[in-house]
């Protein structure tokens, strides 16, 4: 008998479970007062500390405007502090507040349960061959 999926276009399928992972998480976001892309900066921050926001704008294809208006938007929020760099310049320093911290912690555990419940499906060893398989898929993709 063949499935619903039978002959869908994988990143029609990659997009819907995308979607239905990120339901829990877009709840959570609400109740943070976060917006994906906001979301997306704390991770960024968090994953390299010290960063400009020229650096962030340019990791995330938005213009030093946009993302100035992000920054602003969580340092009003209380989620990451802005301070001038030692060696001087006019490209200022983002890093996380304990509060970026706490909410990045609040999400990653939203994330973990929707994972869990998504992966439960699938034996251990699948698991881990599917999230090896999506690594090396990213991987190809990403500029170098």
């Known amino acids: 008998m063949a499935s619903s999926v039978d002959g869908l276009p994988l990143m029609y ?22 917006s994906p892309p906001q979301l997306a900066v704390l991770f960024a921050i968090d994953s390299n500390p010290g960063c400009s926001g ?27 502090t802005r301070h001038p760099r030692p060696e001087g310049g006019r490209a200022l320093e983002v890093a996380l507040t304990p509060a970026g911290e706490a909410a990045l912690e609040a999400v990653r555990a939203v994330m973990a349960r929707a994972e869990a419940e998504l992966l439960a499906v699938l034996r251990p060893e699948e ?15 990403q500029p170098r």
Do not use: N, W, Y
């Not at 990659?14 to 007062?33: F, I, S, W």
């Not at 208006?69 to 969580?74: P, S």
């Open 13 to 34: 399928l990659m997009r819907q479970m995308g979607k239905a992972v990120l339901v829990p998480v877009r709840a959570e976001l609400g109740r943070l007062h976060l």
């Open 54 to 80: 020229a650096q962030l704008a340019d990791e995330h294809f938005v213009t030093p405007q946009s993302m100035g208006a992000i920054l602003a938007a969580l340092d009003k929020a209380g989620l990451i």
């Open 127 to 141: 698991q881990e061959q599917l999230k090896d398989l999506l690594t090396r898929c990213l991987a190809a993709v």
